[in-house]
């Protein structure tokens, strides 16, 4: 069995087989098609954009929430002075079929009132999250046609 060279035998630690001493690394690595990297001032641009529609979004969202919760307060304080009116009103000792015609016609408007708040609320809580969306989807609509301006590059 023939032994190996040792690196002490050829100088090196390491030898190329015979046909790849003649092969030219260099040529072949400006050779190679790599796909180019993307401006990276570029990239970090629109990372920076996206960081602030998100930003900003969320701004809003929070913005719309604080209007729900400062209208929901309103909302409270109003129907704890309607229960105090009402309770008033009815501690007033009419005949009972007059005090149940009241009563009705209380929990009618009661029923109104809290369907009519409850839409309200609604309405304010979908208006934020719209609007926190459309800041969403501006800018992932910017995204998409920077990526495109730069793959083109």
């Not at 970090?44 to 960081?51: T, Y």
């Amino acid at each position: 069995m023939a032994e190996k060279p040792t690196s002490k035998q050829t100088g090196s630690a390491f030898t190329l087989p015979t046909a790849m001493k003649d092969f030219d690394f260099t040529k072949f690595f400006k050779e190679i098609k790599t796909p180019a990297l993307p401006d990276m001032e570029a990239v970090l641009a629109a990372h920076k954009r996206n960081l602030e529609a998100l930003s900003e979004a969320n701004r809003v969202a929070l913005e719309g929430a604080q209007a729900v919760a400062r209208r929901h307060m309103e909302i409270m304080q109003s129907t704890m002075s309607g229960l105090t009116e009402t309770l008033k009103d009815i501690s007033v000792s009419d005949a009972p079929a007059a005090r149940a015609a009241k009563q009705a016609d209380l929990l009618k408007q009661a029923y109104e009132n809290a369907v009519s708040n409850t839409r309200e609320l609604g309405d304010l809580i979908q208006k934020a999250n719209s609007e926190a969306m459309e800041k969403l989807n501006h800018r992932f609509s910017e995204a998409m046609n920077e990526m495109k301006t730069l793959f083109k590059k």
